[in-house]
């Protein structure tokens, strides 16, 4: 009787064989929008410049990815999109909001129109956005909004001048996330704008509440740290009750300010990491991005710019180190890590998870480009680099890219048939028919050969552990105890 193993094996290859063979032979070769094509809901105008970029799995649809752009022509210099995008590589475009528009939801008294849109995170079918106003005489308008692609809705969470849970009103709102289907941000608030608290808020059934205040115990301080500021926040389901991660700085008495790593949940919440406290490799870890932490099934990726770092690592309950500053970047001819400049993404699949990353590079032929560090536990690192400068640029007609904005991943589910996640970013391009551009990277037949491989190594390793074969042992996980605090 044939083993187990072998028949699970054999089922997979032929899942992913079937997979990979129905892939579109031009599916790494598709921009999703280009300088100088139409932008949907404009006159005619034509895009000129993006900005942020975010992607999501939408089902039956291969992705959705939405992104601000500036336009050139037409009758709105600028907006929010989403570009759907099917199997087929066949795309839907349409505009979510555009400069010019009137906001929705009656932010002011009287009608206010957007002016500009700052951030914008996308999950299942809604858009939570940033977007500040153009208001006659005054400046420093700003709401937060989410949008139904499904009806066209746009629904207002939260603008400066309205009511906060945490007293006065919001004076300053900062970039939301609603990968949690929640909506989660950093904003400050009180009675004027010289005197405000600022905190983490969530917004969950048009109900918003505060996750944490400035004034606030900081856990793991041991009570000696409080809450000075905040980064913007990242949540994701399939993580108990939906835990919020951000950056925050926190302040002891007769102590300078220091930032953390942290994540709450259902209000109680735990220090991931702290400035001067050793990395999981040894090395005090810096001051860690106010950008979003990558998160992805209850995990979360950050940096402190010397490093990236995943919490926790697969098969542990500590962090571990994904990248350092020396190490060769592959693909740039030699050149080393030198710099990350860029909050992470996460995605995870049934066997792993991957961090993507931008990154500057020394020496070799490349000055930077978008790196995948992928992690299966009791294996190797993995490194790769979809995409770096000097690479051709789809689409354009022969340009290469030049530069590259904070990559965004779709999560992995179920690789085994062929949901594979997707890496997606804005380009600058030098030469071709195009400037600049929002690209994504599906890899599906990279993606199965990794999965396949690695499956074949994990069915492998536990059958020889079945057999006891002699000298095997599994490898272990490093970490380094946080130094206390009192």
């Known amino acids: 009787m044939p083993r187990p193993s072998l028949n699970l094996f054999a089922a997979l290859m032929a899942c992913l064989a079937a997979w990979v063979g129905s892939a579109p032979a031009n599916a790494q070769s598709a921009p999703v929008a280009l300088a100088g094509q139409i932008s949907p809901g404009t006159g005619g105008g034509t895009y000129a410049s993006f900005g942020f970029v975010d992607v999501n799995r939408a089902g039956e649809r291969l992705s959705d990815v939405v992104f601000s752009a500036a336009v050139s022509g037409g009758m709105a210099p600028g907006g929010l999109f989403v570009v759907s995008k099917t199997p087929s590589l066949s795309q839907q475009n349409r505009a979510i909001a555009l400069v010019g528009d009137v906001a929705p939801g009656d932010p002011y008294p009287f009608p206010v129109t957007f002016a500009e849109f700052s951030g914008a995170t996308i999950i299942y079918g809604e858009v939570a956005f940033l977007a500040t106003f153009d208001v006659p005489g005054q400046t420093g308008g700003a709401g937060i909004y989410l949008a139904d692609l499904n009806s066209g809705a ?47 808020f969530r917004s969950a059934g048009g109900v918003v509440s505060a996750v944490a205040l400035e004034g606030d115990p900081a856990p793991g301080f041991g009570g000696a740290g409080i809450f000075e500021s905040f980064g913007d926040p990242n949540c994701v389901y399939f993580s108990s009750a939906n835990r919020v991660g951000f950056s925050a700085n926190v302040v002891a008495a007769g102590s300078p300010s220091i930032s953390g790593i942290f994540r709450y949940a259902g209000g109680t919440g735990e220090l991931v990491a702290a400035q001067g406290d050793p990395s999981p490799d040894g090395v005090p870890y810096g001051a860690f991005s106010a950008e979003s932490p990558g998160a992805s099934f209850g995990k979360l990726g950050y940096t402190d710019g010397a490093g990236l770092f995943l919490f926790p690592e697969n098969g542990s309950s500590t962090a571990g180190v994904m990248a350092r500053l020396g190490q060769t970047a592959p693909r740039t001819g030699g050149g080393t890590f030198a710099a990350f400049a860029r909050g992470p993404a996460l995605r995870s699949t049934d066997i792993g998870t991957s961090l993507i990353a931008f990154a500057e590079v020394s020496g070799g032929s490349a000055p930077s480009g978008v790196f995948e560090f992928h992690r299966i536990p009791g294996f190797p690192l993995s490194v790769s680099a979809p995409a770096i400068v000097g690479d051709p640029a789809p689409g354009t007609g022969g340009g290469t890219w030049s530069a590259f904005s904070r990559p965004a991943a ?5 690789p085994y048939i062929g949901e594979d996640g997707v890496i997606a970013f804005s380009a600058d391009v030098s030469s071709g028919t195009a400037s600049s551009g929002v690209f994504i990277l599906p890899e599906p037949k990279t993606l199965a050969a990794r999965l396949a491989g690695a499956a074949l190594l994990a069915l492998l390793g536990a059958r020889r552990r079945r057999t006891r074969v002699s000298g095997f042992s599994p490898p272990t996980v490093r970490s380094s105890p946080r130094r206390p605090r009192s």
């Not at 009511?163 to 919001?170: E, K, L, Q, T």
């Not at 904003?187 to 004027?192: C, D, F, N, T, V």
């Open 154 to 200: 746009l629904t207002l969470v939260a603008k400066v001048g309205g009511s906060s849970p945490a007293g006065g009103v919001f004076q300053q709102l900062g970039v939301p996330s609603n990968h949690c289907g929640d909506v989660v941000f950093a904003a400050a608030s009180g009675l004027s704008e010289l005197v405000v608290t600022h905190g983490i």
């Open 410 to 414: 779709a999560d992995a589910f179920n």
